[in-house]
């Protein structure tokens, strides 16, 4: 999961990147309107966690901004955005979700909650209800990390396993090497240039050759499971 973290409060910033980081996702950190909106406008984003007290103004400016975009471009105004903030009164939640906020968490909140509740707006977005991701005999959860095929565990890194659920929820699409990075990977990090590659060769050792394929010159899908 790529997520945008929209806060300028170091100790947040720093904890949740500690702990997100373990479920495999990257995040990116913008410390206020203006370099959010920049961010948004150049990469697709999962999720936006989103403070609302930033230095630069409000964000529920930048909520607006995302809403009102053109739905053929970037910021997509689909976007999920999960409001976190220290203003908890009933009226400020009821106005940062009437300006298009999909959840709200007040300050100080627990990380596995609002790692839950991200989760919880990523199934909305793919339209899926269950927490359990099924294709076929392959199951993922994404909560817990693990992995199933036809019954039998199958221990995949992090990494590994990010790449597969997001090949397996953009099933049979396409996806090329670029994008996959994009949802691995942000921006502070520097990559090998066969890291995609990497990843997917060890999931293919351990769920079968398969499982991924690969289009030339364009990417890697999932063939749609059988119904």
Not at 99 to 121: I, Q
Not at 161 to 190: C, G, I, M, T
Not at 194 to 217: D, S, Y
């Amino acid at each position: 999961m790529r997520v945008l973290l929209v806060e300028d409060d170091p100790g947040i910033v720093q904890g949740l990147c500690s702990n997100l980081a373990v479920l495999g996702w990257a995040l990116d950190v913008a410390d206020g309107i203006a370099p959010a909106w920049a961010a948004l406008r150049a990469e697709p984003f999962d999720v936006v966690l989103l403070d609302l007290g930033l230095a630069d103004g409000d964000g529920t400016e930048l909520l607006r901004r995302v809403r009102t975009s053109a739905p053929d471009r970037l910021p997509d105004p689909r976007t999920p955005v999960l409001i976190m903030t220290a203003r908890d009164q009933v009226s400020c939640r009821i106005e940062g979700l009437d300006a298009g906020a999909d959840d709200y968490v007040s300050k100080p909140f627990d990380v596995d909650e609002l790692a839950a509740r991200m989760r919880a707006l990523r199934r909305r977005v793919v339209g899926r209800a269950d927490g359990v991701v099924v294709h076929g005999q392959l199951l993922l959860d994404p909560s817990a990390l693990t992995t199933t095929l036809a019954g039998r565990a199958v221990d995949l890194s992090t990494r590994e396993f990010a790449v597969l659920l997001a090949l397996v929820e953009a099933s049979p699409k396409v996806l090329s090497r670029p994008q996959l990075e994009a949802k691995l990977y942000n921006w502070d990090r520097a990559l090998d240039s066969n890291a995609i590659e990497v990843h997917i060769h060890h999931v293919r050792k351990k769920l079968g050759e398969n499982l991924i394929r690969t289009v030339r010159g364009v990417g890697y899908f999932v063939p749609a499971a059988a119904a």
